[in-house]
């Protein structure tokens, strides 16, 4: 296979996999998305889906949020790791939407990253996922199945994206970063990895890989 036909089998074989794509993080719109997205850094989608009910019960806006005090929030969002600066982040970013947005998440990668804690994956995320603006999201499942299949060098996330917004069309990168995110957990984890349910990996993968994880290529 060729790099084109490799790209062509991955997005087929995601399409007939994840046909529906379900959406990782709940939420309602698009502050609490990004309310979730900055909770779900170093993190995992099921621990943030448990505290996100519980922080939104009291403030699920920027009027309400920054009526809560920093420790207030810090108290709730503990179960989800870096609560110092999540919480200050959550708090000082609501202040910054009511102060320059008139309470409402910013349409651009700029203002969004401009916003305390706010990085340019979790910008991505609230672009693609609650205004479908282009954009490729990466995470750890989507780094390491870009270099497990070849598709990119593996060094960093920045790499990772340009390489993959090269490779993937444009109209499906929305939903092919959260095909792969899928699929990296359910058929290509970091650990407790068994290559022989790998379809994609075994197809298109490097052998190098393939090799390491005893997978005997014919």
Same mark, same amino acid.
């Given at each position: 296979? +060729?790099?084109?036909?490799?790209?062509?089998?991955?997005?087929? &074989?995601? @399409?007939?996999?994840?046909?529906?794509?379900?959406?990782?993080?709940?939420?309602?719109?698009?502050?609490?998305?990004?309310?979730?997205?900055?909770?779900?850094?170093?993190?995992?989608?099921?621990?943030?889906? &448990?505290?996100?009910?519980?922080?939104?019960?009291?403030?699920? +806006?920027? +009027?309400?949020?920054?009526?809560?005090?920093?420790?207030?929030?810090?108290?709730?969002?503990?179960?989800? !790791?870096?609560?110092?600066?999540? /919480?200050?982040?959550?708090? !000082?970013?609501?202040?910054?939407?009511? @102060? &320059?947005?008139? !309470?409402?998440?910013?349409? /651009?990668?700029?203002?969004?990253?401009?916003?305390?804690?706010?990085?340019?994956?979790?910008? /991505?995320?609230?672009?693609?996922?609650?205004?479908?603006?282009?954009?490729?999201?990466?995470?750890?499942?989507?780094?390491?199945?870009?270099?497990?299949?070849?598709?990119? +060098?593996?060094?960093?996330?920045?790499?990772?994206?340009?390489?993959?917004?090269?490779?993937?069309?444009?109209?499906?990168?929305?939903? =092919?970063?959260?095909?792969?995110?899928?699929?990296?957990? @359910?058929?290509?984890?970091?650990?407790?990895?068994?290559?022989?349910?790998?379809?994609?990996?075994?197809?298109?993968?490097?052998?190098?890989?393939?090799?390491?994880? !005893?997978?005997? =290529? =014919?």
């Amino acid at each position: 296979m +060729n790099k084109a036909e490799k790209v062509a089998f991955v997005i087929n &074989k995601l @399409e007939e996999l994840y046909p529906t794509i379900p959406i990782p993080l709940d939420h309602k719109d698009p502050y609490t998305l990004l309310i979730a997205v900055l909770l779900s850094a170093q993190s995992t989608d099921v621990r943030v889906n &448990k505290i996100t009910p519980l922080l939104f019960a009291k403030a699920d +806006n920027p +009027n309400d949020m920054v009526k809560l005090s920093v420790e207030e929030i810090r108290e709730i969002i503990k179960p989800v !790791g870096l609560s110092p600066m999540k /919480s200050k982040g959550i708090h !000082g970013l609501s202040e910054i939407l009511l @102060e &320059k947005h008139g !309470g409402e998440v910013p349409q /651009s990668f700029d203002a969004l990253e401009e916003l305390p804690a706010v990085g340019h994956k979790t910008a /991505s995320v609230v672009m693609a996922q609650a205004f479908g603006v282009p954009a490729f999201p990466v995470d750890t499942h989507i780094q390491r199945l870009m270099y497990r299949w070849g598709f990119s +060098n593996g060094k960093n996330v920045t790499q990772t994206e340009r390489d993959a917004k090269r490779l993937f069309p444009k109209e499906k990168w929305n939903d =092919l970063h959260l095909q792969i995110i899928w699929y990296g957990r @359910e058929y290509s984890p970091a650990r407790g990895w068994d290559v022989s349910k790998d379809i994609i990996t075994q197809t298109v993968g490097r052998k190098m890989v393939l090799k390491k994880h !005893g997978f005997n =290529l =014919l």
